[in-house]
């Protein structure tokens, strides 16, 4: 949601944006494994997993949490007139429950604080609640904040 940096604070307190599912595969897991040499057999031996209370491979609880980026796109409240968005790191953090393989999940977004820095910079927080499909405990939630340039 797109809008005048002078009326987000309006919008605080509301939810703003819920993604589409998606789909957290096997693959997905073994390239983030590879990526941060994180191959725990939890996450990468499907055999041993079957052994776990999960009876499978759970996603990494980081790799559900980078994927903030990608379900929160067109799901918060963003200024007018961007420059450019700089990730400017995360309040909260926790995990809830195991995201199993071949889960789908999605976020869900409300603006929690709005914040003028300076000229043309602004700090927003949402406070993301990622989802699992058909589960009642969300996989983590998280509170994003994000500095955004914008020319005035």
Do not use: C
């Amino acid at each position: 949601m797109i809008v005048p940096a002078e009326e987000m604070e309006k919008y605080i307190g509301q939810e703003v944006g819920v993604s589409d599912w998606f789909e957290i595969n096997q693959d997905r897991i073994n390239q983030f494994a590879e990526g941060t040499n994180d191959h725990q057999f939890i996450h990468v031996d499907e055999e041993m997993a079957k052994s776990t209370p999960w009876g499978t491979t759970i996603a990494h609880g980081f790799l559900t949490l980078s994927m903030i980026t990608y379900l929160s796109a067109d799901n918060t409240v963003m200024p007018e007139n961007i420059q450019m968005a700089i990730n400017y790191g995360l309040d909260k953090v926790r995990f809830m429950e195991a995201v199993p393989v071949n889960s789908k999940i999605r976020g869900r977004f409300v603006l929690s604080d709005v914040q003028y820095k300076k000229a043309g910079r602004w700090l927003v927080k949402h406070t993301a609640t990622i989802e699992i499909e058909g589960k009642d405990k969300p996989a983590a939630i998280v509170e994003p904040l994000t500095l955004f340039i914008i020319t005035e």
